[in-house]
T-cell receptor, first 112, second 115 residues
């Protein structure tokens, strides 16, 4: 298993600003994943973050909007840039493999 | 067609009842199947994996029908603590790199167990 923490747990932001979300894992992992869960919707994978290389983004998500850093094997950040109300969502990081994914507690973002 | 489809519910059942959730998936290349549980305002957590032969864990039974691309979860003797949203999760068959495959989540089925 893995213990994952995220900061901040929640935030209210003004449109046009950016927010960086931090994800810390208690063990070294090769891949970290960033998901978004909009109200009443399923979890949607934003990108996969590998240490030492650029993140791999899913269809509909671009690096300019969601830049990701992965400086080491236990830490990653996701930035939500130039926010609009449509970015209001829960953002979750996760680690795992084909057998199980462990999720952080999520960051609840509200954009006014 | 949605990749993973679930009845959103809500399912409101009395304590002790048996309840079944269904899920269909569209990608025939999917290889792994799971049920996750998500409590209100919490992160999802793995409830159980789903195997072709069907598997049981206490009051929970999961079944997979690959031909019909259909997954089910049966909860017997429902407890108040079973109240949560149950997410059907499928390995999407899309390679994410470094030996892992992308997971695709259904929207979830909400269960409320009533005293």
């Amino acid at each position: 298993s893995a213990v994952i923490s995220q900061k901040p747990s929640r935030d209210i932001c003004q449109r046009g600003t950016s927010l960086t979300i931090q994800c810390q894992v208690d063990s070294q992992v090769t891949m970290m994943f960033w998901y978004r869960q909009q109200p009443g919707q399923s979890l949607t994978l934003i990108a996969t973050a590998n240490q030492g290389s650029e993140a791999t983004y899913e269809s509909g998500f671009v690096i300019d909007k969601f830049p990701i850093s992965r400086p080491n094997l236990t830490f990653s950040t996701l930035t939500v840039s130039n926010m609009s109300p449509e970015d209001s969502s829960i953002y979750l990081c996760s680690v795992g493999d084909d057998n199980e994914q462990f999720f952080g507690p999520g960051t609840r973002l509200t954009v006014l | 067609r949605k990749e993973v489809e679930q009845d959103p519910g809500p399912f409101n059942v009395p304590e002790g009842a048996t309840v079944a959730f269904n899920c269909t998936y569209s990608n025939s290349a999917s290889q792994s199947f799971f049920w996750y549980r998500q409590d209100c305002r919490k992160e999802p957590k793995l409830l159980m994996s789903v195997y072709s032969s069907g598997n049981e864990d206490g009051r929970f039974t999961a079944q997979l029908n690959r031909a019909s691309q259909y997954i089910s979860l049966l909860i017997r003797d429902s407890k108040l603590s079973d109240s949560a949203t149950y997410l059907c999760v499928v390995n999407g068959g899309a390679y994410s790199g470094a030996g892992s495959y992308q997971l695709t989540f259904g929207k979830g089925t909400k269960l409320s167990v009533i005293p």
